[in-house]
């Protein structure tokens, strides 16, 4: 999402952006206790060593019970460097994603860490000096970085590694932040890929008339994702019947649009824009003002994140959030066990699997190389195929750094948030 989420985070509290510690940073501290390893990393430290390759046990490590761990690792430790922005821009995902993988370091501890090694994190808030946050880190030992979603931050970062050190912006979709060369990679889709998909769905309901909101062709987020919705549905045999523009965030009052859509509109046709949950609902009941009121609605990530579950008149209301987490499963299972060793619920529970996915990345790239040194580690990365994280199947062979990853396709139906559909766009 784009960085103007400052005003959105800002007003919406629905998102809930929890307080950030007033400490710049925090380490996960080693679990202790009884028996072996569960699974294997790299024992070294400094140039590849012969290795076998393994697959990191997610499931093993969500499952440990903090109260009876196994023996405590004490090889050379696993450095997770975290570099977050606490700010009311992006600090109602990087709150809660550094809350939570500290955790799942514990957890990992408990079962023995990776070939002896434990699992450390530590978290740098970017503030007003990512470059600072950076140094930091890197000073520390870092062996990969987990980095904020927008630009603003995750390029000084890249600056000051110089490309050497992996850098995983777990929560963004901005295609331009990915470039496997400096070691960058998206752990999520990208733009393309989210409303490529949303697109298919449309036409896969049989629906051949679009109507579209954007902010501008070619401005991040809310007129990338609008170029490509128009792209794949029109690829797809789809009509683009109306291109309409708004200012996202601000606009609620859409008269002159809708007054422009009521005289073309079959009331047929699907209604898309990356618009927050609130103005994608104050647009519905305009247009059904006008008798509009077999119009179907899809948007991007921007729903899921607003709350357009809980948005009033939200029946049938399409999205695509980065995981679709129904009652019992792996990530539901996955924040429920923090809140109650915490004490504390986690918000933006759609966007928590890719800064865990983000540190199991990294460590099967050390896994998978048998090393310590960051580029070594960046060229294992680049070649990693096929990971199974919780968030889905990640792989970056072949590549620049975005993962062809499914998309989830949910839905609001008797006033629950479901899956509906799962679509891939390479």
Known sequence: MKRRVLALLAAVALLGAACGSDDDTT???????????????????????????????????????????EEAPTGDPIRVGMAMDFSDVVGF??????????????????????????????????????????????DWGAHFLIGPPFADFALPILQTT????????????????????????LVTFDDH??????????????????????????????????DAFIAA????????????????????DFSSQVNEIAQISENNEVVFSAALGFQVTALRGQLEGQGLDNLTYVGTDALDATGIQVEANNEGIAHTPHTSITAGDRIDSMLAA????????????????????????????????????????????????????LSGEITYEGTNGIPPKAVPINRIVNGEDVLVDTITIK
């Open 193 to 226: 890929q989210m409303s490529g998909a949303a697109a298919q769905w449309a036409l896969d309901q049989g629906i051949t008339r679009a109507i579209v909101f954007t902010e501008g062709e070619g401005i991040p987020y809310t007129g990338v994702n609008p």
């Open 338 to 389: 923090f809140e109650a060793e915490k004490g504390e619920a986690l918000e933006s529970r759609g966007f928590m699997a890719l800064y865990v996915d983000s540190m199991f990345i990294g460590i099967q790239g050390m896994l998978d190389c048998g090393c310590d040194d960051t580029a070594q580690i960046g060229e294992a990365v680049q070649q990693l195929s096929g990971f199974q994280g």
């Open 27 to 69: 380490e996960a501290e080693p679990a202790a206790t009884e028996a072996p390893a569960a699974t294997e990393a790299p024992a070294a430290t400094g140039a590849p060593a012969a290795v076998t390759m393994s697959s990191i046990d997610i499931d093993h490590i969500l499952s440990a019970d903090l109260g009876n761990c």
């Open 93 to 138: 995902v990087d709150i809660p994603g550094s809350k939570l993988v500290p955790y799942i370091a514990e957890l990992a501890n408990c079962r023995g860490g990776f070939n002896g090694r434990p699992v450390e994190v530590r978290v740098a808030e970017v503030g007003d000096d990512a470059a600072l946050a950076t140094e930091d880190l890197l």
């Open 162 to 185: 110089g490309g050497t050190v992996p850098l995983f912006v777990a929560a963004s979709t901005e295609p331009t932040l990915a470039d496997a060369s400096i070691n960058s990679y």
């Open 233 to 252: 549905f029109e690829a797809g045999g789809g009509e683009v019947v109306s291109v309409q523009t708004y200012v996202w965030f601000v606009d609620t």
